[in-house]
């Protein structure tokens, strides 16, 4: 199933848990925006590494979050390893501490 404008259709995957029908027939996915307080693993000099820390994102699943949430994966690299670094990256998510529904998406 495909949501959105003509110009920009989404897919609806298996993390949409409402749509929304609008105006003109343009669909909305409704998803739940979570707080999450998440134990972090990061690969630097040759061993991993665990950090304490927190992300913002709509995907609630250890597993999935760093595949399929970019501004999350993005923001973690970024706050772990900076622009500069020249090394082999990795990330992983450990254990989720806390979750906290804050919103609702509006795409």
Request: hydrophobic fraction near 35%; charge should be positive.
């Amino acid at each position: 199933m495909l949501v959105g404008t003509t110009q920009n259709p989404q897919r609806v995957t298996y993390r949409s848990k409402q749509v929304i029908s609008g105006r003109g027939g343009v669909d909305k996915l409704r998803l739940p925006i979570y707080y999450l307080e998440v134990e972090l693993a990061y690969f630097k000099a040759k061993s991993w590494r665990k950090i304490d820390t927190w992300a913002v994102t709509f995907v609630d699943d250890k597993d999935k979050i760093l595949k399929d949430d970019f501004v999350t994966n993005s923001k973690l690299n970024d706050e772990i390893y900076g622009s500069k670094f020249k090394g082999q990256r990795g990330l992983r998510i450990d254990k989720i501490h806390s979750k906290k529904q804050i919103g609702i998406t509006n795409w």
